[in-house]
């Protein structure tokens, strides 16, 4: 009887359910709509969680999501759309004695070319879905056109991997050790209550043939006892390894018996929590204030337009965040002019540095895996995004193939942050001073993806002067490891622990995180070359100069794909343009954009590991195969050039995701590597930049119970895009245009 | 008499003194106080000028710098104090009939244990100055006691360089010129109106023996008709080497006769001259708004006090902004902890990439050279800096040795970005959601020089974490060169350009800014150690792991200076921590911050190249000399280690200035470099880090006429410093205490 009660609450709390949960809730705004089609696949739980007040300061129109139409072909797939596609699955023979678990419904958007071929109350592109979908263990891709109302394609199993988790998968996985006597036995024996117990899903990945031709969960548990800050009490060293299709128990390992459940002291961050104020003197209300409102618009659920700016910005249950058709309009002569086609988050690759039984598999697919819409909770007024922020919802399909909403899972807001967009002061003139500056004002378009224990904070900044920041902050709480030892005072060899320790008997594993984007820019036009910059040294002869040496810019168009694998390196320096040849300035130089690398770590993982040959990074060694049961041609071939942090591919509408369409436990064979290696011709034609952001991260002791945020970034900047600096003639601030303030109610 | 109200003229408008004068206006709050002694040497200019309208938003109450007195050992100089030096010197014997040029004068700091010793209210340490001053050629270095009115160190000529470069010998040296028969006909022959004359004279550098033993000074001229952006209108190839001293024509070279100044359509960047405004739409006015106020305090016009944060901030002529004692509390126990002594920007070293004639000497070193408090022009308040902002003044000495005042030279402010400090998502748990979300407010510091052509934004920020951010933005006017061809579509041979075309035959010539910065770091006291944490792949065991690679910390403590010369590596990366050995946390980690590196270009000009022998920065290969006149155990010694991007040496008060104390034309005889291959022991022991922000910069046409600002950074980052997260016990935004703000005047 405790064991079934105690099976029954693990159901309710114990797994990526209620994750999953949070992020479905109903809209409030559409808790009273007539269209039921919007409840999602959990509304039978008694006990679902509903948000309250994160909405408190949202002004803005709340949207029926239920009668949404699109108004945009890139436009994502409405409630409606998503009902439609389900019907027409319902009725699909193959599907007709069973609806097979949705993975993934989204819109399956139109070629490129019909897209720029369409304008605003022109004829839409025929409105498609892309399915996945899990039924007997099998893989179902499938196109489905909603004009028509068939499926258009099916491929069953078309290569290694499988779609991302299903709440199902989650849940049903998680229920398996506890009718497992080993386990049982074990949390007994820890004297652990299972009311306590929280049992987490998340982690998979490839580590060869043992772990081939079924789909692979492992289970690890933690204490609540005393925190709602579960990670920092892990059930150390205890793994089930469970087939995800039959239920089965594949491996149990219990290697941590001797190592205590870190103690809960200190590890609550909510600020209910505390009653001590922080030792420093208290903060006056600051505030980025817009009594006339904020100055961009967004039309018809989709296109942003501020400033200089027009773009499309969608909620993607993968990617998390879309910009679609950026466009920036020349400050000469009123011209929209492309920039950028589509950009987002393609790829999150997340490996841990501990080897042990319960450690190694720990090489997070975070997009491909999980989602990063998926998992991108309500952003919190205030606090995620500042006031005068405009939401976005996210509409997605649940395993049900039902749609959902994700509520305010986008932000949207103007930023001045008191910094300088140009200046030059001047006193060389005798008829004047010279005191020129202009304020920098920024749009910024903001996703917030909870992922488990880490939160991922994606910026996407716009500037007046053309340049786009692409932002990426880290924050929440440490995949921790449980150590026997207290301290490092008890340790009798501190090189044989994966990392420092962060509190008592706590261990921050050594990690990597790498982010992947995909970048299809369209510098006035589709075609576009990529031009590598180099600054080479060079020597003056012998007399020619009393310097002797200086750098000097030498051109390299790359000419295939194989060109543009690029590995940065700090002394042997580059610019990365990428421009369009038949686009030349007044002077002759061809119209384009740079990106600016930030966040350069780069993985050091041997590229024939297999959580490295998922993803798309590395270094670009080449060492003999081990163990691999991949044909070696094809290893060859990828291993060749293993992953660099730049790389341009020929446009294919089918390559967005970095680390393969089916990512989850992938063996790397539809990856960004394979793709390029292919080395297609490039020079002038359709192609799409890839970024790669990484960090390292050691953790200390401040990352402790939750982590400040660690931001790095880079971005795309005009470069003989304009004629001339875009801004030269924007307003300074002037006093009597800003806006008259009182303290607010509380003071 | 048509050539003598030219030179008059001239004399007015030419030249570096007005860059000069601009900065050493009376305050106004001072220009009628009863003290004279705060006028400037330049008083009796009858064209002197005035600011307007600067200081329309400042509120804060206006410092009488005439009464100043000390409140800090290390507080600046006061004017009294200033004045006080000029008497003693005036009566020192060797001063007594010729008064010295003034190059420099200030505060001789205590040493660092009589600071850390001194409590507010108690015995002050001495009183000193620190003067270096010209006669007759001759370079001296002198150290005044005010205590007891004497002269108490007197060295002339102690090493190669001078001071940096006076009022005086920039008027003067730009006069030549004017007498000279061969640049008057020049001028005449292609037509220029002398009344359009603007020549500059801060250019040096030291290009071997044939410029050794006299001070040399190069002349250049541009035509301000049509723009005040004179910049962009240089008289290609005309160049006047003057010996200061002498006033002599050393050559007089003129090679760029067939090149057309450049016209000066579209050069004007003043908001008046233009009409038209930018195709774009419109942004609503925002501002950071604190109607209760900032919540920081500038106590005895130095002493900074903000949340957790207290540290000195003070103006410098050369440094700019400096800061000092900087200490944090810590959020637990409420303990004022030390972190960094003293902290400011060294050096600036700005490599030009062209070796004509006319170009090859373009290597400045502008902290040591020009001065970069000199060269810091009033900020524009609403603009530089937000509302709500402190503004501080400058006091410094001018050549004759009397005080004056750079007003508004360093602005203080609260930031909120939008950003976020921490949080994380939860829901995973039944009986409550989780929803924390911090916003990140921080101070910042800021100071803006216009050095010449560039404007060099440095900011200094600090959060309630414990992080300082160190930021450097770049924006102001290119050094352009002019071109025979009007656009790249006549260019016979694009890749003998030094440069890419950025308006019609104007070239942007490619160059380098490196920013050396010295770090005192006094991680809980004065002794510290420098580890390398590397981040080292290895390799599991046969058998092992289904893992094949992982990264492992290994923490090298460097012993001797030599250790601690780094070069930043991508493939081989490492963090790099200061620690105090002595002390520990509770869980035995030693308590440290971290430098993260940022904008890490490194310099690649050859190390015996000579610009790159003055100025520490570098790759560190060693190559064969050539034609230096160095003995070759010097030279072995400077270049066998030239230069990296971090670097570490034994605390050393005279060890300031990263180019040299006199590092005008000096010879890279005592340099970072020099210094620290004395590899002196630095484990556990006072030291000092230096760490070098570096760009790469090839020009384009968004860079023409003005820059928009180019910024990167790097952080100082607590690691294991606190026992936890320093603000996990921060309390979120509420809505009710945010301000109630209505549009400005003007809506």
């Given at each position: ?81 998503i009902n439609s596609v389900r019907s027409i699955l319902s009725s699909y023979e193959p599907f007709a004695s069973t ?358 904070i994606f910026d996407w900044e716009f500037q007046t002067d053309g340049l786009i920041r692409i932002k990426v902050g ?88 194989k060109d543009a694998q690029i590995k940065l390196k700090l002394y042997d320096p580059s610019e990365f343009h990428m ?169």
């Amino acid at each position: 009887m405790e064991k079934t009660s105690s099976l029954v609450h693990f159901c309710f709390i114990s797994c990526l359910v209620f994750f999953i949960f949070a992020a479905s809730w109903y809209h409030p705004s559409n808790s009273s709509s007539p269209d039921n089609s919007l409840q999602t696949t959990w509304r039978t739980f008694k006990n679902r969680i509903f948000s309250t007040s994160v909405l408190e300061t949202r002004v803005q129109k709340s949207i029926d999501h239920a009668a949404e139409t699109p108004h945009h072909p890139l436009d994502p797939l409405t409630a409606q759309e998503i009902n439609s596609v389900r019907s027409i699955l319902s009725s699909y023979e193959p599907f007709a004695s069973t609806f097979p678990i949705i993975h993934s419904l989204t819109l399956d958007e139109p070629d490129k070319l019909e897209v720029l071929r369409w304008r605003k109350g022109g004829r839409f592109p025929p409105r498609k879905a892309s399915v996945l979908a899990m039924l007997n263990g099998e893989s179902h891709v499938l196109t489905v056109d909603l004009d028509s109302s068939r499926v258009t394609s099916h491929a069953v199993n078309p290569r290694s991997g499988y779609p991302m988790l299903s709440v199902e998968d989650i849940l049903a996985a998680s229920k398996v050790p506890f009718s497992n006597a080993e386990f049982n036995k074990s949390i007994a024996a820890r004297g652990i209550s299972l009311s306590e117990l929280i049992c987490l899903t998340p982690f998979a990945g490839w580590f060869g043939p043992n772990e081939e031709g079924k789909r692979i969960i492992k289970v690890l548990c933690f204490s609540s006892e005393g925190t709602p800050n579960f990670y920092m009490r892990p059930i150390e060293g205890l793994v089930m390894t469970v087939d995800l299709d039959t239920l089965e128990v594949l491996k149990f390992s219990d290697t941590g018996r001797g190592i205590p459940i870190p103690n809960s002291t200190n590890t609550d961050y909510r600020y209910n929590a505390h009653e001590k104020e922080p030792e420093m003197e208290p903060i006056n209300p600051i505030s980025m204030e817009q009594p006339e409102g904020p100055s961009f618009k967004v039309e018809d659920g989709h296109m942003v337009k501020w400033a200089n700016w027009v773009f499309h910005l969608k909620a993607d249950q993968r990617a998390g965040l879309v910009i679609s058709r950026a466009m920036v309009r020349d400050s000469e002569n009123g011209e929209l002019r492309n920039v950028m086609y589509k950009g987002f988050s393609s790829e999150l690759f997340v490996p841990y540095m501990d080897l042990e039984e319960s450690w190694y598999f720990k090489s997070f697919m975070d997009a491909g895996e999980f989602g990063l819409g998926m998992s991108a909770l309500p952003l919190v007024p205030l606090n995620d995004c500042p006031r005068y922020s405009y939401y976005m919802d996210g509409v997605f399909a649940a395993s049900n193939g039902k749609p959902y909403v994700q509520p305010n899972m986008i932000c949207l807001f103007e930023r001045y942050a008191g910094d300088i967009s140009w200046r030059h002061s001047e006193s060389q003139l005798l008829d004047s001073q010279i005191r020129e500056t202009r304020p920098k004002v920024t749009l910024v378009a903001r996703m917030a993806a909870t992922v488990g224990n880490y939160d991922y904070i994606f910026d996407w900044e716009f500037q007046t002067d053309g340049l786009i920041r692409i932002k990426v902050g880290l924050s929440g709480l440490l995949m921790v490891k449980g150590s026997p030892y207290h301290s490092l005072y008890q340790v009798p060899n501190q090189d044989a622990m994966s990392g420092p320790f962060i509190s008592e008997n706590v261990i921050g594993v050594v990690h990597d995180h790498f982010i992947t984007f995909h970048l299809d820019m369209d510098i006035d036009g589709v075609n576009n070359s990529f031009v590598d910059v180099k600054l080479v040294k060079e020597h003056s002869l012998p007399g020619e100069s009393p310097r002797k040496s200086y750098l000097k810019t030498k051109r390299k168009i790359a000419k295939t794909e194989k060109d543009a694998q690029i590995k940065l390196k700090l002394y042997d320096p580059s610019e990365f343009h990428m421009i369009n040849p038949s686009r030349r300035s007044r002077l002759g130089n061809p119209t384009g954009y740079k990106i600016v690398p930030g966040g350069t770590a780069a993985s050091l993982l041997d590229h024939d590991d297999p959580p490295q040959l998922r993803s798309a990074f590395s270094n670009n060694q080449v060492t003999p195969l081990s163990f691999l049961c991949l044909d070696s041609k094809f290893l060859h071939t990828l291993l060749s050039h293993f992953v660099e942090q730049i790389w341009v591919t020929l446009y294919n509408k089918s390559e967005q995701w970095a680390g393969g369409l089916l990512a989850y436990q992938s063996r790397g064979d539809d990856t960004l590597a394979v793709w390029s290696e292919r080395d297609r011709p490039i020079e002038n034609k359709d192609v799409v930049l890839w970024y790669t952001l990484g960090f390292h991260h050691i953790p200390c002791q401040e990352d402790f119970p939750v982590m400040p945020v660690v931001t790095s970034g880079f971005e795309l900047k005009p470069v003989n895009f304009f004629e001339r600096n875009p801004i030269l003639r924007a307003a300074p601030a002037f006093e009597k245009d800003l806006p008259v303030c009182r303290p607010g109610a509380s003071a």
